[in-house]
């Protein structure tokens, strides 16, 4: 059975929503106080779903919200899937990118090992032609 202390737990989603919603506050002088006492939400709810995002703030509640600061649920609901979508579409692009410089990382990681073992080879004739230069250098 539901109840008004039931709370849902907040998505990514709910971050920008949430976001868009601290940020009208700000526009529009709101502190967490004069919102709960214009709006008629409390204020440990505002804190809770547009403050700390722990739960889920439902649409009922963000309308009222919305209203007394003079926009619409809507609007912020608009407002914040937008930046949601260019936000993983960023992600996105950065998640390839890191693809694309870790198989670089390993192509230069395949190439230092190959220079590491020509290395180690020409090391290996060095100290042979040094042994060979021992008899000859004592001989003169």
Same mark, same amino acid.
């Given at each position: @059975?539901?109840?008004?202390?039931?709370?849902?737990?907040?998505?990514?989603?709910?971050?920008? #929503?949430?976001? $868009? !919603?601290?940020?009208? @506050?700000?526009?529009?002088?709101?502190?967490?106080?004069?919102?709960?006492?214009?709006?008629? #939400?409390?204020?440990?709810?505002?804190? +809770?779903?547009?403050?700390? !995002? +722990?739960?889920?703030?439902? !649409?009922?509640? %963000?309308?009222?919200?919305? #209203?007394? @600061?003079?926009?619409?649920?809507?609007?912020?609901?608009?407002?914040?899937?937008?930046?949601?979508?260019?936000?993983?579409?960023?992600?996105?692009?950065?998640? $390839?990118?890191?693809?694309?410089?870790?198989?670089?990382?390993?192509?230069?990681?395949?190439?230092?090992?190959?220079?590491?073992? $020509? +290395?180690?080879? %020409?090391?290996?004739?060095?100290?042979?032609?040094? $042994?060979?230069? #021992?008899?000859?250098?004592?001989?003169?």
């Amino acid at each position: @059975m539901s109840t008004t202390r039931d709370t849902v737990p907040a998505t990514s989603f709910d971050t920008f #929503v949430a976001a $868009e !919603v601290r940020q009208l @506050m700000r526009e529009r002088g709101f502190t967490q106080t004069s919102l709960a006492e214009k709006s008629g #939400v409390k204020q440990p709810r505002i804190s +809770r779903s547009v403050f700390s !995002v +722990r739960s889920s703030l439902p !649409v009922a509640i %963000l309308d009222e919200l919305a #209203v007394t @600061m003079g926009d619409t649920a809507s609007g912020i609901l608009r407002r914040a899937e937008r930046k949601y979508f260019e936000a993983n579409e960023e992600r996105a692009k950065l998640q $390839e990118e890191r693809a694309k410089l870790n198989e670089e990382r390993a192509r230069l990681d395949q190439e230092i090992a190959k220079l590491n073992e $020509e +290395r180690a080879k %020409l090391q290996e004739e060095r100290a042979k032609l040094n $042994e060979s230069d #021992v008899p000859r250098l004592l001989a003169l």
